[in-house]
């Protein structure tokens, strides 16, 4: 009885869910450029690849977003993508050639890259009425990516590239059920109207109309994006430099402990800092990870540099969380999300991506690496400007 008990809270399932989900992200970040290249993909073309698919989070994300406002029913919309995006990559099996991954990528994003707006809009909803504590439940999607990033690492050795793909589909296709077993929050009370289409557009408007969220957008796309080159081409640069995959799987793995021991912190660390400060940190420490990674492939300076992690990506995306989630209009936590996900994250990463696999093929890893640590210093400027607007830190 008391198990079942457990099995039915909110947090339990949202837990379960984002550990599936971003278990699917711990074999398509770190190895899906290695898929990428087995189909023959050269570095630029696989930096073109993710370029021109990150564009799809400008059309998709806010239409999603907005919709599971309007609807009012977050878990219905979540299921759907995650059902699409399964049968998306179901595609990739047949695939070759340059223009049809580049068409069924584009798709998968399409139908994906609203998931996680949608599931953390949930889970900060769900958090604002008591039911649970977001970062202590996010750092279950952290600790997926990192057994399944461990996992993978060691079982793609010496194997074909088309076992990457295989074990993300096994994922996603149980990340599918998962789906459809996560808890829902109403946002309106019963029997209240829709919005209108004009209400929720002009409640975005006068959310971008604010001085501070427009630097915070800039400032949170800079320091995330400053990513996109670990993302898409860190193992590709670590193998280049002789280091094996069981090892990256091990690298990659640090980094999201690193992150999961900070959300853990979260209470914490948002009672004594606060959002403003979380970004902040993030973008200190991106520019010090990507500038030391920029330097050196040497083990014995990758495994404490990638401890950074808790701050490049932890801190900043918690923060950028709670900041989004205290600014955005009543009822449109969704679309506010989506906003997030659609500029900084959508235009931002199509161009860091294209910029960063020209990088990466005609001047090699370390020049693409210190090109993200000068996002992650930018990111830290625009945060500081978005503090100062705001009137949240005095002293800058």
Not at 329 to 340: C, E, I, V
């Amino acid at each position: 009885m008391r198990r079942a008990a457990f099995a039915t809270k909110p947090e339990v399932r949202l837990a379960a869910f984002y550990a599936l989900i971003f278990g699917a992200f711990g074999v398509s970040l770190p190895y899906w450029p290695l898929w990428l290249a087995s189909r023959g993909l050269a570095p630029d073309e696989i930096g073109l690849v993710f370029a021109l698919t990150s564009l799809a989070k400008i059309v998709a994300t806010p239409l999603a977003t907005a919709l599971a406002d309007r609807l009012d029913r977050r878990r219905a919309v979540i299921a759907w993508l995650v059902a699409a995006s399964l049968a998306a990559n179901l595609c990739f099996v047949p695939a070759r050639g340059w223009a049809a991954i580049l068409a069924i990528s584009f798709v998968a994003v399409l139908v994906t890259s609203p998931v996680m707006s949608l599931t953390d809009a949930l889970a900060l909803g769900l958090a604002r009425d008591g039911r649970l504590d977001y970062g202590r439940v996010r750092l279950f999607g952290s600790l997926g990516f990192t057994l399944v990033a461990l996992g993978a690492g060691a079982a793609i050795e010496g194997r074909p590239g088309d076992f990457i793909l295989w074990l993300l589909l096994g994922l996603m296709a149980t990340a599918c059920a998962a789906a459809l077993l996560l808890p829902e929050i109403a946002e309106r009370e019963a029997g209240a109207r829709r919005p209108s289409l004009a209400g929720q557009l002009a409640g975005m408007a006068a959310l971008l109309a604010r001085p501070h969220i427009a630097w915070f957008l800039l400032a949170a796309g800079l320091i995330q994006n400053s990513h996109l080159a670990y993302y898409a081409f860190g193992t590709l640069y670590w193998r280049a430099a002789g280091i094996g995959s069981a090892a990256i799987g091990w690298l990659w793995a640090e980094g999201v402990i690193a992150e999961i021991l900070l959300f853990a912190a979260a209470p914490m660390l948002l009672r004594r800092v606060g959002p403003e400060r979380l970004i902040l940190l993030g973008g200190i420490g991106a520019a010090v990870r990507w500038t030391a990674l920029g330097l050196s492939t040497d083990l014995l300076l990758l495994v404490p540099i990638q401890l950074l992690h808790a701050l490049s990506f932890a801190a900043a995306h918690l923060g950028a969380m709670l900041y989004l989630a205290r600014q955005a209009p009543a009822g449109l936590g969704a679309s506010a999300q989506g906003l997030y996900a659609a500029l900084p994250l959508g235009i931002g990463t199509g161009l860091v991506y294209a910029g960063t696999g020209i990088l990466f093929e005609h001047f090699g890893g370390s020049a693409a690496f210190l090109a993200m640590a000068a996002l992650g210093l930018l990111g830290t400027l625009a945060m500081a400007r978005a503090a100062w607007h705001a009137g949240r830190i005095r002293a800058i």
